[in-house]
């Protein structure tokens, strides 16, 4: 499968728990993306990155959160001391770079439910 | 980021019958971007579009990219049961920025 994998994709864990997912974005494609999506919402921007480099956080990545991509190939999105308000999917997506026509594919989705 | 306004929110139809959803922002874009997601997945990309006005088709779909570059519509003809899913609209602004998403419009399709 050429597709982005997330892992995993699914959790459950208790409040208060520090939780870490994977993201594996299309092979050299050097832009990765986190979006975050609620039930009945559409996704919504969380960060994204330019290789290794992050490039930009939306104000919904509070200090609990932290993204990195260290390599400039796969990326982790950890939340330390989970609420249950995390409780949502969180989406990688990839895209080969800059330029026009360069369209953003997402993963399958890490579902995470924090009781 | 900014939130798009897609309509509408639901649609209940029976199979064969045509479908048509639009998304409208008060910010210009410059890439609009359809997706569908069904239950416990990712979006998955339907057509993008990439010049005001462009009129693009992937098999029984065809969307549009507004002249204003603030709206973007979806119609799909001859509807049938596996279409049932939610659509998302999402603008961008610049190539590789973030996207911006509607709320989704929720389609179910009857035999």
């Known amino acids: 499968d050429t597709g982005v994998s997330q892992d995993p994709r699914h959790k459950i864990t208790k409040r208060g728990q520090n939780v870490t997912f994977r993201c594996d974005p299309i092979s050299e494609h050097n832009r990765l993306y986190w979006y975050r999506q609620t039930l009945g919402q559409g996704p919504e921007f969380l960060t994204y990155f330019q290789n290794e480099a992050q490039l930009e956080k939306s104000r919904l990545l509070s200090d609990r959160f932290s993204a990195e991509r260290p390599k400039g190939s796969f990326s982790t999105l950890e939340i330390q001391r989970t609420e249950q308000g995390d409780s949502a999917m969180y989406l990688c997506?990839?895209?080969?770079?800059?330029?026009?026509?360069?369209?953003?594919?997402f993963g399958e989705g890490s579902w995470l439910t924090v009781v | 980021g900014q939130q798009l306004n897609q309509s509408p929110q639901s649609m209940f139809i029976q199979e064969g019958e045509d479908v048509s959803m639009n998304c409208t922002s008060s910010s210009i874009f410059n890439t609009w971007l359809w997706y569908k997601q069904e239950p416990g997945e990712g979006p998955v990309l339907l057509i993008a579009?990439?010049?005001?006005?462009e009129l693009t088709s992937n098999g029984r779909l065809t969307a549009q990219f507004g002249i204003t570059r603030k709206d973007s519509f979806l119609n799909i003809s001859a509807s049938i049961p596996s279409d049932v899913g939610i659509y998302f609209c999402a603008g961008q602004r610049d190539s590789g920025y973030a996207l911006n998403f509607g709320k989704g419009t929720s389609l179910l399709v009857t035999p």
């Open positions: 997506a990839s895209t080969p770079g800059g330029g026009s026509g360069n369209t953003i594919y």
């Open positions: 579009l990439y010049k005001a006005g």
